[in-house]
């Protein structure tokens, strides 16, 4: 009976331990619910994306479109920006293609619907998780490892849940296709970098006017 007693208490002390580890805060895509309007807008950019038509991605910016928190605004600071030479172009069109493989959500503004994606910003972070550290996992069962490098053993597997960036360790060669990470229990490891988004990297806002037949680009900004 005492064996039978002392296994019990053991048992209860493990699961009361396992219960009070800290654990990473969850935050899972969500299911896009959006107008018909939306729709249209999202299908459309998707469409200027895959030409690569700058002329259609331009008419689809206003004066009042924001493009970084310095004052760059409307078409001229657009192609300020992202018109330079082919190495700009580049780099929006894969931000834009970044952008639009995560989803996004709905809202409001004072005279339309919004579409604001990816997900990883436009929805609220868990609370103690801080912009500037926090890395969203994109995907589930994501490895952790030991070593920058599949090489690396696996700490742990992780399913959409918000990490928090850490220094590399000076003893480790860093790459910049692994991104250290702290888990809430504090232990670190390497990440995959295509597994993770910061919800401050670059977003947008496509706006659909309910006075107007017509949607615009409301942002496309990164930090803060």
């Given amino acids: 009976m005492r064996f039978l007693l002392a296994a019990i208490l053991a048992c209860g002390q493990a699961a009361m331990a396992v219960a009070g580890t800290p654990t990473d805060p969850i935050m899972r895509p969500p299911v896009e619910h959006l107008s018909p309007a939306l729709l249209r807008a999202k299908a459309e950019l998707r469409d200027v994306v895959a030409r690569r038509d700058m002329e259609a991605l331009l008419a689809r910016v206003r004066a009042e479109t924001t493009l970084d928190f310095g004052g760059s605004e409307g078409r001229q600071g657009f192609q300020a920006i992202w018109d330079v030479d082919a190495e700009s172009r580049q780099r929006l069109w894969a931000t834009l293609e970044e952008i639009l493989a995560l989803p996004g959500v709905a809202r409001r503004f004072d005279h339309g619907d919004e579409y604001c994606a990816p997900y990883v910003f436009c929805t609220n972070l868990p609370d103690n998780a801080d912009p500037y550290e926090a890395l969203v996992v994109l995907g589930s069962d994501v490895a952790i490892r030991s070593q920058p ?15 928090a960036r850490t220094d590399d360790d000076s003893r480790i060669p860093s790459t910049p296709d692994w991104t250290r990470v702290r888990l809430a229990d504090g232990a670190t490891g390497y990440i995959s970098t295509r597994w993770v988004r910061s919800p401050i990297d670059f977003r947008l806002t496509l706006r659909v006017d309910d006075r107007a037949d017509t949607w615009w680009l409301g942002f496309l900004v990164a930090g803060d």
Avoid at 152 to 163: C, K
């Fill in 149 to 163: 490098s599949l090489a690396g053993a696996v700490l742990r597997r992780v399913d959409h849940v918000v990490l």
